[in-house]
Nanobody, 125 residues
């Protein structure tokens, strides 16, 4: 399985960025895909998740500003980020893991088996 993020860069506060994650090699029909981020000096945290059931969930600080989506071919994961804030500055990673029956996608990183290398997002005020 390979995941490759792109779309990071620099933006002004209030601006927008769209991150992409090209996914290949995952053959399971059940999955959770997610965007995580790690700011300098902080632990990596979940930002947005989406499952094979189409259900999405968001971390509180990004709710209303961020949209996670998956293309119809299920090969590219997106993260549309609007109204960016300096606190959004971080390395952003995409990840994928198996979704167990009856279990919603969760931000527990141990549940994600494959990770990309990350793409840097820097927001200036």
């Amino acid at each position: 399985v390979q995941l490759m993020e792109s779309g990071g860069g620099s933006a002004q506060s209030g601006g927008s960025l769209r991150l992409s994650c090209a996914a290949s090699g995952y053959t399971g029909s059940r999955y959770c895909m997610g965007w995580f981020r790690q700011a300098p000096g902080k632990e990596r945290e979940g930002v947005a998740l989406i499952g094979d059931n189409g259900r999405a969930r968001y971390e509180d600080s990004v709710t209303g500003r961020v949209t996670i989506s998956l293309d119809n071919a299920k090969t590219t994961l997106y993260l549309q980020m609007d109204s960016l804030k300096p606190d959004d500055t971080a390395m952003y990673y995409c990840a994928i893991g198996y979704r167990r029956i009856g279990i919603a996608c969760r931000t527990a990183q141990s549940e994600y088996d494959y990770w990309g290398q990350g793409t840097q997002v820097t927001v200036s005020s």
